[in-house]
């Protein structure tokens, strides 16, 4: 209920709301994939902590899982400290911003998940502040490599600080806007050609607009794993990403005309195919929607990380088109049919009348 309230607040503040509140269908999206059962689970911009919620009804409330974040707003720390109390849990949350004060610095987690702030830094003058993380900072060390970072936007930042995170079996499952999949900056590509070659990238999920309510643009969700050499209980997945194109899915929640949710067998049919990927063996290819890709194929594609890029299209569009454009190009097309009968009619009817007049 709380979820609900917090849900319908965040949606009347529009934007500002986005600050705090992932839609649930997502959150099941994200929890689902990464399937936590024991552990730590690390949200370190946890707005309202709906991922320590919905991570700890996964479980069934087994109590195995323990919850840690941080959050840079005193409000919203105070809504995530509410929640956890109101459904029971504990968790050690931290007030403080994660680019300049990483309170968790030492902890290392076996699940993160996460909604960062989408493009920050990107429309103010002076960026999100870039030039107080210092050079020997050790979230920008990628393999052999240091990393810079974009002085216009953080999503880099963000990501490179989910990697640092992680155990060395851990799993990192994010929201992320979906520029960041092909994006052509200098230092935002450096990072994402990377994590390709350091093998973090385990997959990549596209999905629809209008999923959030305070803006239509789609987002993806990543994945980055540090167990992909086959540890953790999980198969080898070395030099494999697995691509999945839900940007078709979900539907307009009952009564409202802007956004979607995505239904429970979409949900299923996306961690269906990535627990299968990471516990099986290689999905089978579906056109349009799954795919395993090499990280040399990913690489031939300056390792842009778009899913329709490996994916493909669908076997076939007939049946994907949506109602409210397929309807209107019917009842045209019919109203051409029924012109053209008419014209066809009268024809038919003069030539009828000057065959009686000549007998």
Request: charged share 25%.
């Amino acid at each position: 209920m709380y979820e609900y309230f917090i849900g319908e607040f965040a949606s009347s503040e529009g934007k500002r709301g986005g600050e705090y509140f992932t839609p649930v269908s997502i959150v099941r999206t994200l929890v689902a994939m990464l399937e936590p059962q024991r552990g730590v689970v690390l949200d370190p911009c946890c707005g309202s902590g709906g991922m320590f919620v919905q991570a700890d009804e996964f479980t069934r409330h087994n109590r195995e899982l323990s919850f840690i974040g941080q959050e840079s707003k005193d409000f919203t720390y105070r809504l995530c400290r509410m929640n956890l109390f109101i459904h029971g849990l504990d968790g050690k949350i931290e007030l403080g911003n994660s680019y300049f004060n990483d309170l968790l610095a030492k902890v290392k987690a076996d699940y993160l998940l996460a909604n960062p702030p989408f493009n920050d830094g990107s429309k103010g003058e002076n960026g999100w502040g870039a030039e107080r993380v210092p050079a020997k900072d050790p979230r920008l060390q990628l393999g052999d490599r240091r990393v810079t970072l974009s002085p216009r936007n953080a999503n880099t930042m963000w990501i490179l600080h989910f990697l640092y995170h992680l155990k060395s079996t851990g799993t990192a499952g994010f929201v992320m806007a979906t520029g960041e999949l092909s994006n052509g900056e200098t230092a935002r590509h450096e990072v994402r050609q990377a994590l390709v070659d350091e093998d973090y990238v385990d997959c990549i999920v596209q999905l629809s607009g209008q999923l959030f309510a305070n803006t239509q643009i789609p987002c993806a969700l990543w994945f980055l794993a540090k167990n992909r050499s086959g540890t953790g209980g999980f198969r080898r997945r070395k030099g494999e990403i697995l691509f999945l194109d839900g940007h078709k899915l979900g539907s307009l929640i009952p009564g409202s005309r802007k956004q979607k949710e995505l239904a429970g067998e979409e949900v299923e049919r996306m961690a269906a195919a990535y627990r299968t990927f990471r516990r099986t063996g290689i999905p089978e290819a579906v056109p349009g929607f799954c795919r395993v890709a090499t990280v040399d194929e990913v690489r031939t594609h300056g390792c842009a990380l778009t899913p329709g890029r490996y994916v493909g299209p669908p076997e076939s569009d007939e049946d994907e088109e949506p109602f409210e454009e397929k309807m209107p190009r019917l009842v045209a097309e019919l109203e051409r049919q029924f012109a053209e009968a008419k014209r066809l009619e009268t024809s038919i009817r003069r030539n009828l009348s000057g065959v009686r007049h000549v007998s």
